[in-house]
């Protein structure tokens, strides 16, 4: 099932999902009943860190863009492909979900 990320959502972490900033590198790791299964690490760049920081169940998808293009250098196109191809990745593996 593929969610339709809108600019008007809100969404949240899923909290069964941990971030960690481990020497330099920023890790999504989910949490598992067994064994950590080396696949469902996720190693997020700065702006998919950013993202995911903002991601608070408060701020809209608009109001987390604004603040993505108030802060890199990024046009106003590819800053919301971007981030929206990043929120669709984060919703299909159950790490995000609407607030």
Known sequence: MKTEISLNA???RNP???????AGESILVPIRQ???DL???YVLNSVGAF???????QRSVQQIKQSLLD????????GEADMIAFLDQL???GAIQEA
């Open 10 to 12: 809100v969404y949240q």
């Open 16 to 22: 069964s999902f941990v971030y960690r900033n481990i």
């Open 34 to 36: 067994h064994v950590a």
């Open 39 to 41: 696949q469902s690490i």
């Open 51 to 57: 993202i995911w920081d903002d991601l608070d169940g």
């Open 71 to 78: 802060t890199f250098d990024v046009s106003e196109e590819a």
């Open 91 to 93: 919703a299909s593996i």
